[in-house]
C-alpha cells in the first residue's frame, strides 16, 4: 500500500522565503514509524506542488491554524478521488470535530502511540474516527531519512527534537494542548545517534524549551560536544541566565543562536506572563550574559496585549537597538482556538475573523484594546522596517562582532522579508480604502 504524507502551505500563490523557514520534521517522524510493507512519500508543499492525482491509498495531513483552510481543501480534494484522508497536527487535536468534517479520521495528540493501531484498522476496513494517547512512550528510536530531508533545506540545516512539553502554560501559546505540560525527554543517547546518522554538522533543536530541563540539559550538551557540530535552539533565559554552568556547556556544546521568547519589553505585562524575568534591567543582564558566551540572540516580540499603546513599537525598537540583539521576530497577538486569549477575545466579541488562513502571527484578527486594527498592523511592520534598517543593522554590528558572517547573513534573509510584508500592508490598505 502506498501513503502519501503532505504538509499544506498556506497560501498556494505565495512562498516563504526559504532562508526563514523553519524544518520539518514531523511528517518524517511518521514516516520512521510506518512498517517497511508500506511505501511512504513526503511532500511539503511549501517545496513541491502537490499532484491530487497521484497513486496512493492513505493520504495524511499535518497542519496548523494558519494551513488548516489549504489542508481541509486538500482533505475535500482527495476524498472526491476515492482515497481515505487522516489528519494530524495542532489544530485538528484542538478541534478535532471540525477537523473530521474533512477527514476520515483525526490524530489528536502525538502520533507514538498511534500510528500503528490506525494503519492496522485502515487495513482491516475498520478505520475510527479518533486516535489519541496521551504522553506516549519516547524511547523508541524512530529512524529518519536524513538525506531526504537535507535535500529540502537551505543550508542543510537538519532538524532534531529532544523534548516535548511545557510547563509555562501562557496565555497566547497552544503548545500544552499539543504536548502537555509536563516535559518528556528522548533519551540523550538516540539524539547522538541521529546527529550522527545525519552526517550533517549544523542542526537546529526544534523543542519549544530545550533547557527545559536543566539535568537534561546539561547532559545532552555534554554528550554532543565532542560531535563538533554547531546548533541553533528555542530557550527560557529565564532559566538560561541563572545558571552559568548550563550556558558554558550549550556555548562549548556548538550553540550559535537561541530564540528567545522576550514577548514584551513592557514591564507591566512581563509580570503578567509568570515567567521569572520581569524587570527591563534584569532582561538587559540576561541580554549580555548570552552575548559574553558568544551566542547571537533572536528574540520574539509580541504586539497587541491589552497594555500595549501606540507607543510600545518605538519603545521596543529602541529597547532592542540599545541592547545590539542580533535578530527579532515581531509578530501581532494571535488569539489560537484552544488558548485563554481566544477565549477571552470571543467572550469579550472583539474576534474579527475566525478564518484560520490569517491566523499566522502577522495578521491583526481581532480588537486591540487602545489602538485599531490597522494601527497594531501598520505599527508591528513599522517596527521590523525600523529594526531592519540597515543603519540599525550596522549599529547592531557592534555588538555582534563575534559572529559577524552569521549575523550579517541572518539579517539580510530579515531584510528582504521586510520588503515583502511592506507590499502586503500596502495592498491591504488599498482594499480598505476601496
Not at 351 to 374: A, C, E, G, Q
Amino acid at each position: 500500500m502506498k501513503i502519501l504524507l503532505i504538509s499544506p502551505t498556506v497560501d498556494t500563490e505565495k512562498r516563504t522565503n526559504k532562508g526563514l523557514m523553519i524544518p520539518q520534521l514531523a511528517l518524517y517522524i511518521l514516516e520512521g514509524l510506518t512498517p517497511d510493507r508500506f511505501a511512504v512519500k513526503v511532500i511539503e508543499e511549501e517545496m513541491q506542488a502537490i499532484d491530487l492525482e497521484q497513486d496512493c491509498d492513505l493520504v495524511g495531513i499535518s497542519c496548523m491554524t494558519a494551513n488548516a483552510p489549504r489542508a481541509y481543501e486538500l482533505c475535500d480534494d482527495f476524498r472526491q478521488r476515492g482515497k481515505t484522508v487522516v489528519l494530524g497536527g495542532v489544530h485538528p487535536t484542538i478541534l478535532p470535530d471540525e477537523a473530521l468534517v474533512h477527514a476520515d479520521a483525526v490524530v489528536i495528540g502525538e502520533a507514538e502511540g498511534v500510528w500503528q493501531t490506525l494503519l492496522d484498522d485502515f487495513e482491516n476496513n475498520s478505520l475510527k474516527q479518533k486516535y489519541h494517547k496521551p504522553n506516549p512512550d519516547l524511547e523508541k528510536y524512530v529512524r529518519k531519512d536524513f538525506d531526504k530531508i537535507a535535500s529540502k533545506r537551505l543550508f542543510n540545516i537538519i532538524p532534531i527534537l529532544t523534548t516535548r512539553g511545557c510547563p509555562y502554560n501562557c496565555d497566547f501559546c497552544c503548545v500544552t494542548n499539543l504536548f502537555g505540560k509536563k516535559i518528556r525527554h528522548i533519551s540523550v543517547e538516540n539524539v547522538v545517534r541521529d546527529i550522527k546518522e545525519s552526517n550533517a554538522k549544523v542542526f537546529i533543536f526544534l523543542d519549544d524549551n530545550i533547557i527545559g530541563n536543566p539535568a537534561y540539559a546539561k547532559a545532552l550538551f555534554k554528550a554532543i560536544k565532542p560531535l563538533k557540530i554547531k546548533w541553533v535552539g528555542q530557550a527560557s533565559i529565564s532559566l538560561l541566565v541563572g545558571d552559568d554552568e548550563l550556558m558554558q556547556l550549550a556555548a562549548d556544546s556548538g550553540c550559535q543562536s537561541l530564540f528567545l521568547g522576550i514577548e514584551s519589553v513592557s514591564v507591566k505585562q512581563l509580570l503578567t506572563m509568570r515567567k521569572s524575568i520581569n524587570e527591563i534591567q534584569d532582561l538587559e543582564q540576561a541580554f549580555k550574559k548570552v552575548k559574553k558566551m558568544g551566542i547571537l540572540i533572536h528574540a520574539s516580540i509580541v504586539f497587541g496585549f491589552d497594555d500595549d499603546t501606540k507607543e510600545i513599537f518605538d519603545e521596543t525598537v529602541q529597547f532592542l537597538v540599545k541592547n545590539k540583539v542580533s535578530t527579532v521576530s515581531f509578530n501581532v497577538l494571535t488569539p489560537y482556538p484552544g488558548t485563554k486569549v481566544y477565549e477571552q477575545l470571543k467572550n469579550e466579541q472583539r474576534l474579527i475573523t475566525t478564518d484560520w488562513r490569517y491566523y499566522d502571527h502577522n495578521t491583526v484578527v481581532f480588537k486591540p484594546k487602545n489602538m485599531s486594527p490597522l494601527e497594531l498592523q501598520v505599527g508591528k511592520v513599522k517596527a521590523r522596517k525600523q529594526f531592519y534598517s540597515k543603519v540599525s543593522v550596522l549599529k547592531r554590528l557592534l555588538g555582534n562582532w563575534y559572529k559577524p558572517f552569521v549575523y550579517l547573513s541572518m539579517n539580510l534573509g530579515h531584510m528582504k522579508q521586510v520588503k515583502v510584508e511592506t507590499r502586503r500592508l500596502v495592498d491591504l490598505k488599498a482594499k480598505l480604502l476601496r
